[in-house]
């Protein structure tokens, strides 16, 4: 297993402190930022803010507007693959076979605990703010019954996407190749969301929050992530660094 951490890809090498600080600040101000997204999202949905109503109605009634039945047909298919019947068995088979892939269950964990993360946020923000959803009159069925904010379709598409281009890329040596793992996973958490909105499922502000409270989650998941490969990579690399000459100090033979 040891031999096996140290053939991964580097993506941020120890020898460029100037790499790491920029990238972590980095990290640190698009979390500030999306932050500070979620809270005046969230906000303006729970008080009815009227930039809010605004920008919802003008979302919607640009999906009524481009709506046709075909399209309706082709986005309900598309917008099922986030439903919880379709997402849980992609998610559970991607994480056991990369597990038994590169036998190691750290897929087997993060996906657990990203999905896990992100439902609990949505039920209990379901459940805190209780927000309408669209009319049925304006929505294509199968229709939803469940409240409106966030979009639990969103949240989990980034999530769950997420957890895939992160494990995929840690894995993947080409730059290239990570590129369009990264586009591919971006396009899906979009789509999912735009989905939502041109299905009269969501209001447009219902999504945004999805969007930026699922970055939030995959960012605290990937984290713990992280932080216990480190762990879990100094004490191999204590465990290997401990010489026989050592050893036998702390134990001499005795005569």
Known sequence: AHSQLKS???LFPLSAPRCRLLTIGTIIGGAILVLAASITITYGASTHSPWVIRMDHW???????ARSPRTGMAVTWFTNLGSTPWSAPI????ALYTAWRWRDATPIFLMAGA????TT?????KLTFERIRP??????PP???TFSFPSGHTLNAVVIAGVMVYLLCQHTRSAGLRTLISGCGIAYALLMGISRVFLAHHWLSDVLAGWCIGSLCLAASIVVERATAYIRQGRLHDRDSSSPSDEYSRNPVRP
């Open 143 to 145: 229709f939803e019954h």
């Open 135 to 140: 009319l049925h009159e304006v929505a294509v």
């Open 59 to 65: 979302a919607l009634n640009h999906a009524l507007a």
């Open 8 to 10: 991964l890809p580097v």
């Open 121 to 125: 946020v949505t039920r209990l923000l």
């Open 91 to 94: 998610a559970t088979t991607f």
């Open 115 to 118: 999905t896990a993360l992100s």
